[in-house]
């Protein structure tokens, strides 16, 4: 089995300090994906290049103390892909790509496992617009991605898909993370082929064209495939305000996204709360795949 974890960190330095490495000895993910490391180069070398046992590969913000993701994995990539191309985004650190390639594998020979931090616009407007402007941005690219390999992407999307993803979703309807925009765009990421095209024949029999749909992003939502009513279970983040951890206030932001391919392949989940390492949980899918 291949072992993938997904954590925002809120700061490496940190989680460290909270007996992140003493759960990865003891628990040995194969790669873990991280989000949010609120640190640069300099802060990194020679403390966290590795962490049980694992190597990093890093993207960092330009910005200090702000963003950046990683990957620390057991096994050596092929290539590693540092941003997705984007003037404005690459600039903060929000993008890693780690690709396995092996002809050996048959059945993916060509496979990528992506760590990315979505922007969260909860800041106030300017930063909403800048979410949307990333989530136009980065739609095409993980449709593009998608039609060369297999990838599974990992990260803090910061959206809340859908009313069972959030504790208080009435309350959140206007707000950043559950805005009708941003679960539209995950619901088009998740829609297959197959299903618009048949929407988009029954609107043209219908007499009610929809010139230049685009067909669905056809990834897959690893936990939900996994766990299709899950609630309060799924959650991945909690406000520090209040009680919101203490109460079970949260909401799941944190995911894996996978080519239908892997997402075939994922046997198991856990999301782990028996420790406070951030403000997110740790998020890990057993795969049946060897890299």
């Given at each position: ?17 909270k007996?992140l490495?003493?759960?990865l ?42 963003s ?19 003037g ?21 020979p ?5 760590s990315?931090?979505f ?10 617009e ?10 095409p690219h ?5 039609a060369q390999?297999e990838f ?7 959206i809340?898909?859908q ?7 009435k309350?959140n ?9 941003e ?15 048949n ?5 043209l ?7 230049g749909?685009?067909l ?12 299709p ?22 909401w799941?932001i ?6 239908p ?25 057993a ?5």
């Open positions: 089995m291949f072992k993938l974890t997904s954590l925002n960190l809120n700061g490496i330095r940190s989680a460290t300090s007996g490495q003493a759960w000895e003891k628990t040995r993910p194969d790669c873990m994906c991280v989000q949010e490391l609120k640190a640069q180069g300099p802060d990194v070398a020679g403390k966290f290049e590795q962490l049980a046992g694992l190597q990093g590969h890093f993207h960092f913000a330009e910005k200090k103390g702000y950046g993701v990683g990957i620390y994995t057991r096994h050596a990539p092929s290539e590693v892909i540092v941003g997705f191309g984007s404005e985004f690459d600039a903060e650190g929000r993008y890693l790509e780690l690709r396995f390639d092996s002809p050996a594998r048959k059945h993916s060509k496979l990528s496992i992506i990315c931090y922007p969260s616009g909860s800041s106030g407007p300017e930063r909403q800048a979410k949307f402007r990333f989530l136009a941005e980065f739609y993980l449709l593009g991605l998608k390999r599974i992407l990992c990260g803090d999307v910061n809340a898909h009313e069972i993803d959030l504790k208080n979703w309350g309807l206007k707000n950043s993370g559950f805005l009708p925009e679960r539209a765009w995950m619901s088009e990421l998740l829609r297959h082929d197959a299903q618009v095209a929407e988009a024949a029954d609107a029999n219908a007499g009610k064209a929809r010139p749909v685009a669905g992003g056809g990834l897959v939502d690893v936990y939900r495939r996994l766990q009513t899950a609630s309060d279970a799924g959650y991945t983040w909690w406000s520090n305000r209040g009680q919101a951890y203490a109460k079970n206030v949260g799941r944190d995911y894996h996204l996978a080519t391919a892997l997402a075939a392949l994922a046997r198991s989940e856990e999301i782990y709360k028996a420790e406070k390492f951030s403000d997110h949980a740790p998020l890990t899918v795969y049946d795949l060897k890299l």
